[in-house]
């Protein structure tokens, strides 16, 4: 059985720092048997990452839309997994006010880096928390999962922008933060399947030093450069805006 510290010491062997911003796409089967279960997963995370910073994505957008606007950051539950869902109910743990995009995050500075998600009418805005993990040039983890899950790419491809990613008319929804106030947060959502096609970067991350894996208990682990890759598929997306589509990808492969 895994234990806090057997977790810490796999952490450490990943070459990731006490002082790191990590994003976690997580599957909690993958990692095996773990003493005390989520919670022994989230101590060994707040422990090892004492002087960082740990997120994860608790999405909402497939509860949350025109046909139920509301968003409550106690109450709406994340679709995103067994871990996230579990996550923002952990002891010390913030959540950013996006109706259908939000953050959860534990670390001496999580809410100044979760602050002000709800200003911006797209779900990963440039100055957004989705941005500040380039800022931070967080390292992405995917534990027991692809790199196709992954909403920071969504992100870069919002900030080109990319043609086609956002729906040109906002949904009007609303938010209830943590006091119970009321916030209408007017948002566009995402369109296409983009993520789909995220893997087929897999052999160029890893020669460019920007994607190296490991293990956490028994879940193999993709760990991902956010500034490297970013910058990468910024700069890829300028020259093809459309790459992550099927059409491209078809031309492609003849």
Not at 86 to 108: C, D, N, Q, W
């Amino acid at each position: 059985m895994h234990t806090t510290e057997s977790l810490k010491a796999d952490l450490q062997k990943m070459g990731l720092t006490p002082a790191d911003t990590v994003l976690i796409h997580s599957s909690m089967r993958s990692l095996g048997k773990v003493e005390n279960g989520a919670e022994g997963v989230f101590d060994a995370l707040a422990e090892y990452f004492a002087d960082g910073l740990v997120a994860f994505p608790t999405l909402s957008w497939d509860l949350v839309d025109k046909h139920q606007p509301v968003y409550s950051v106690r109450d709406t539950p994340a679709t995103t997994g067994v871990l996230p869902e579990l996550f923002r109910k952990y002891k010390g743990v913030r959540r950013s006010l996006h109706p259908t995009h939000s953050i959860a995050a534990l670390g001496k500075d999580a809410e100044k880096f979760l602050e002000g998600h709800e200003k911006f009418d797209s779900p990963c805005h440039r100055n957004s928390p989705w941005g500040r993990l380039y800022e931070r040039d967080a390292k992405i983890l995917f534990i027991g999962t692809s790199i196709i899950c992954n909403t920071f790419l969504h992100g870069v491809e919002e900030w080109l922008p990319v043609p086609g990613m956002l729906t040109e008319d906002a949904e009007n929804l609303v938010v209830y933060d943590y006091d119970g106030n009321r916030i209408e947060v007017p948002s566009r959502r995402h369109e296409g399947d983009h993520s789909h096609f995220y893997r087929c970067l897999e052999k160029e991350f890893i020669e460019a030093g920007a994607l190296t894996e490991g293990k956490l208990g028994d879940a193999h682990v993709w760990i991902l450069q956010a500034k490297a890759v970013g910058d990468y598929v910024y700069d890829l997306l300028k020259r093809e805006p459309l790459f992550f589509t099927e059409e491209v990808q078809k031309s492609l492969r003849s």
